[in-house]
């Protein structure tokens, strides 16, 4: 399948990028080359191959699936510039 300057125009416009002409003929061939090869890869022979969910066999460790408070509140509080009562200390806002 090959593309034209005006298939290319299409897209910019599709996109919203502004492509000159220049541009627009080098990649109508870009864009057809890439094409090209992706129409080889569907002659490919894959009758018998299994379908692959990942392309690796490693199953990822999973952990407990519990809400905690993540027992990190003085650790937190110490960044604070202030705080009170477990809380930070904010500036009052009134409007």
């Given at each position: ?23 627009k003929e ?29 392309v690796s ?33 904010v500036p009052?806002?009134?409007?």
């Amino acid at each position: 399948m090959a593309l034209d300057s005006q298939a290319v125009a299409k897209i910019a416009r599709l996109a919203r990028i502004a492509v000159s002409e220049e541009e627009k003929e080098h990649f109508a061939k870009e864009i057809s080359g890439i094409l090209q090869w992706v129409e080889q890869l569907s002659e490919v022979n894959t009758e018998g191959v299994p379908l692959m969910t990942s392309v690796s066999h490693m199953k990822l460790p999973l952990r407990s699936d519990v809400a905690t408070d993540g027992n990190q509140q003085e650790a937190i509080l110490k960044n604070a510039p202030d705080s009170d009562y477990g809380c930070f200390v904010v500036p009052k806002v009134m409007e």
